[in-house]
């Protein structure tokens, strides 16, 4: 299989496996949203640090634990990402996957206001539009349902900083997921000490089958980040930001057709102002790699030929 290939096969392993969590963190019941965070914490730092272990990137673990920067931003990334987690989890087992799907539909947009209010970037005027577009949908949604809807953009938002964190610094996927959940193992470990003293801990006393799922977290949150750096390295960005609506989609089907969550017109509405604002953003930026692959060709290629 050529690199290529294996790239695209990886982003759709990667997308593919988040796109069935609505499906997946309803079996950890009776356990919260924070008891499963902090499992998933630690579960995630066991089974990285074994991996780190087999492919020897230990190395790369202490240079990035010895840089006082990065170990900054890893940790500013571990508290966003862990509030991720915590937000979903909260959306998916509170009935409100269509929600969480439509958080991941508007990240893209939302990661790329972040790069002009952060990196002053300029956008071009079809981003601006679809931008736009994308707010006219939130106000459109914010009137179905009553209030703004605070799941989907604490979702896009806290995604959409965790990447603008993993941009200031540059750590491979497996070490610098070791050091952030490392960062907040701590806190977890307190989390769920603090639930057994009280009675309420679920590990152990809701069954070994239970018991092996909450364990399972940690491969759960590992691999899909593992492939989707695999297929980062392999295909064009462009690519990577097409795969990505896969799994906003699969959750969408999946709150709507298995978990039968209403979809009444004004949200269907909503959503659609959504997809056109992606499809204008989407469009805008193929159009824009095309122009840029053929304008590094015309530098490439010596004149005459």
């Not at 500013?76 to 990402?81: C, M, S, W």
């Amino acid at each position: 299989m050529d690199e290529r290939r294996l790239g695209v096969v990886s982003g759709l392993g990667a997308y593919a496996l988040w796109g069935l969590f609505p499906l997946y963190f309803p079996l950890l019941e009776p356990a919260g949203g924070v008891e499963i965070v902090a499992h998933r914490v630690l579960w995630s730092l066991l089974f990285i640090a074994v991996l780190l272990t087999v492919v020897r990137r230990w190395s790369h673990v202490r240079a990035a634990v010895a840089d006082r920067r990065t170990l900054l931003v890893l940790g500013g990334a571990a508290v966003l990402i862990c509030g991720n987690w915590l937000v979903f989890v909260y959306g998916v087992n509170s009935g409100h996957v269509v929600e969480t799907s439509l958080g991941y539909f508007i990240n893209p947009l939302v990661s790329v206001l972040l790069g002009v209010v952060v990196f002053s970037e300029r956008l071009r005027p079809m981003q601006w539009a679809a931008v736009v577009i994308a707010a006219i949908a939130v106000v459109v949604l914010a009137v179905d349902y009553g209030r703004p809807p605070w799941i989907a953009l604490s979702l896009a938002l806290t995604f959409g900083l965790y990447g603008l964190m993993k941009k200031l610094v540059v750590v491979e996927a497996a070490p610098g997921l070791f050091v952030e959940t490392a960062l907040v193992a701590v806190p977890a470990a307190v989390v769920l000490g603090v639930l057994h003293a009280h009675g309420s801990g679920t590990f152990g006393n809701a069954g070994a089958g239970h018991a092996f799922l909450l364990a399972s977290s940690g491969i759960a949150t590992a691999i899909p980040l593992l492939l989707f750096a695999a297929a980062a390295r392999r295909i064009p960005l462009s690519t990577v930001g097409l795969l990505q609506y896969l799994t906003p989609s699969m959750q969408l089907l999946i709150g709507v057709f298995v978990y039968r969550e209403p979809m009444p017109p004004v949200r269907l509405a909503g959503f659609a102002i959504v997809w056109l604002a992606l499809a204008v953003f989407t469009v805008d930026s193929l159009r824009h790699a095309r122009s840029g692959s053929r304008r590094a060709v015309a530098e490439v290629v010596p004149a005459g030929l």
